[in-house]
């Protein structure tokens, strides 16, 4: 079993920034693609930004020039660092992770998520 456990979530004033992590444990043979994705009130699940296990980044239009993705493999973690913070980006923040769990199964797992509140 692989757990996903998010942090850094907080209430932040607008133009402030936050930095989230996310570490995965258990049984990973590797981490694959990772996704930081944002869910606000009434709204779908969108992504924000992921990063390959090469290291290659993507990110939403919304969020270009302000958030950053970054990824410690030797830690199983991965980060999102959020500046210049809009009320607009308040939502909750999960991480997916592609997880290799042997030479050929992966699987997609989820955080459980982390409050982001901008106020203005």
Partial sequence: QVELVESGGGLVQAGGSLR???A???????LNDIGWYCQAPGK?????????????TNYADT????FTISRDN????????????EP??????????NVQISTYIS???W????QVTVSS
């Fill in 74 to 85: 030797a830690k199983n973690t991965v980060y999102l660092q959020m500046n210049s913070l």
């Fill in 44 to 56: 779908q699940r969108e992504l924000v930004a992921s990063i390959s296990s090469g290291g290659s």
């Fill in 111 to 114: 955080g459980q998520g982390t």
């Fill in 24 to 30: 995965a444990s258990g049984r990973i043979f590797r």
């Fill in 63 to 66: 969020v270009k020039g302000r």
């Fill in 88 to 97: 607009e980006d308040t939502a909750v923040y999960y991480c997916k992770a």
């Fill in 20 to 22: 989230l992590s996310c």
């Fill in 107 to 109: 699987i997609d797992y």
